[in-house]
Structure formats: C-alpha cells, structure tokens
C-alpha cells in the first residue's frame, strides 16, 4: 500500500495507521524510514510558566518620589534672587552721571582754548664723517656730492632712463646697493658688474670692468682693464647700452679759479 504524507511532512501507512504515529507520539522520523533529510535535532521547547504581574509590579517605581524631592533644584543649582537679577555681570563698570557729562581732555570749562601743542623738532642731521661712511674727496670738500656726468641708456630694458654720475669710483649692477642701478637686465651682476671712475685731480673718467660674467664693450670693443672715456662712448654690457654724458671736462670742472684748474660760472 502506497504511504501518504500528513501535515507535518510525516510519510505513514494508512491502513495501519488511522492518524500519523509519528505527530501522536513524538517520534522523530528517521532518514531511512521516510527516504527524506531529518534535521539534525528536532524537540519541542519546554515552555516555561509565565510570571504573573501583580498589580504593585506595573504601577510601583523604582524609587519612590517624594513631595519634597518634587520640588527639591538639582545639584549645583543657585536660585536666582531679586538681587542676583540686578547684579552687572564681573568687570563691569557702571556708568554714573559724571562719567557720561565728563568733558574730552584738553577741554578748559572757562572756554579759554587750549593750546596748540608745540612741533617736534626733527633730529639732527649726522654728518656722513661721524656716520662712520666713507666720503669722497670732492663731497668733503664741497659739502655736498656734485654731480660729473650722466649715463643715458639707449638700448635695453631700461631704454630711456639716466643715470647720474658722482665723483670718485661709482659702482654699476641690479640691485640697490650699487650707486648706478639698472633693474630688467637679467644678463648683468647683481653687484659690480662694471665700476666707472671720476678722479679730480686728473680731471678724467674711466671705465673698470668688474666682477661679472658678460664681457663689456666700449664702442664695440671688449674691456679687460680700466680704459679712459670720452663725451658720447657708447658702453655695451648684457642688453643694456648706456651712451657716456660728461659734464666736468675741458670746459668745465668744480674747482675754484684761485686752485688754478677750476671754471667759474
């Protein structure tokens, strides 16, 4: 006779069995006897009496509260009082009648005006001699630096400008310290790329080569040692061309009539 399967899976002879043995009994059905995987473990939990909840288990809390601990500020807390309300807070200062009628300082109730408050000298001037500087020859004497010459630059970066020559060793490169400062020309020395010279004594100017890596030209020849100039040479260094202007010269020259070289205008 064919076996039929109940609700719960289990597979029984009927005409043996009016019900399924194995839902009536318990009995865990094994893989042989039912040709299908049993679980590794089958049981029914025990289940476990409820706990009944009484009537003073729902309503009664952990801690009872009193009327007194209703009321009672947390910890640390300070009640505001009526004062503590009208109390400025720490550092103020406050701002009385005087304090607000109070006049600006300098200000003279009588209506006199005030006076005006004398100007600050400017300090005094300190000579070069006791700055500790060398002074040349020419501004010793004369108290001022006199001007020799000019440089004007014709070609170059800075095309257009003019540079004043002093007496005694003038120092020529990029950066601000040099006496002659020529910015844009990334081909000369930041410092002493070439020196020109004015010696008073002789009356004469003269081109040095410095310390920098281009070669000078004066009037398209290369300089190595200090060579004289002359009015309108034209000195060639890097992409800056700088056409020589003098001033003092034959027909011209700081000194006095009475040292014998000088001109008086």
């Known amino acids: 006779m064919a076996q039929i399967e109940c609700g719960r899976g289990h597979l029984y002879d009927p005409e043996k069995y009016a019900v399924c043995p194995y839902c009536n009994t318990h009995q865990q059905i094994t893989v042989a006897a039912a040709g299908r995987t049993a679980p590794i473990h089958l049981s029914t939990p025990t289940p476990r009496a409820p706990i009944p909840a009484t009537a003073p288990q729902k309503t009664a809390p952990l801690t009872p509260v009193t009327a007194d601990q209703k009321t009672q500020p947390p910890k640390g807390y300070t009640p505001v009082t009526a004062e503590n309300k009208t109390q400025p807070p720490r550092g103020y200062t406050p701002v009385t009648a005087p ?29 070069v001699t006791e700055g500790g500087k060398t002074v040349g020859i020419m501004q010793s004497q004369m108290g001022f630096d006199p001007v020799v010459g000019w440089l004007a630059c014709v070609a170059g970066p800075s095309r257009g400008k003019s540079y004043t020559i002093r007496g005694g060793i003038n120092s ?6 040099m006496d002659i400062t020529i910015t844009g020309d990334m081909k000369l020395s930041a410092e002493n790329h070439a020196k020109l010279s004015y010696s008073e004594r002789n009356n004469r100017f003269n081109l ?41 010269g034959e027909h011209f020259t700081w000194k006095r009539k009475e040292d014998g070289h000088g001109t008086d205008l």
């Open 99 to 127: 304090s607000k009628t109070m006049p600006p300082k300098g200000y003279d109730p009588s209506g006199t005006p005030a006076a005006e408050p004398r100007p600050t000298m400017p300090p005094e001037a300190v000579p």
């Open 172 to 177: 020529i490169g990029r950066s601000d310290r």
């Open 208 to 248: 040095i080569p410095g310390g920098g890596r281009n070669i000078i030209y004066l009037n398209g020849e290369e300089v190595f040692a200090a060579v004289p100039l002359k009015a309108y040479d034209l000195i060639d260094f890097g992409e800056t061309k700088l056409l020589f202007v003098p001033l003092c």
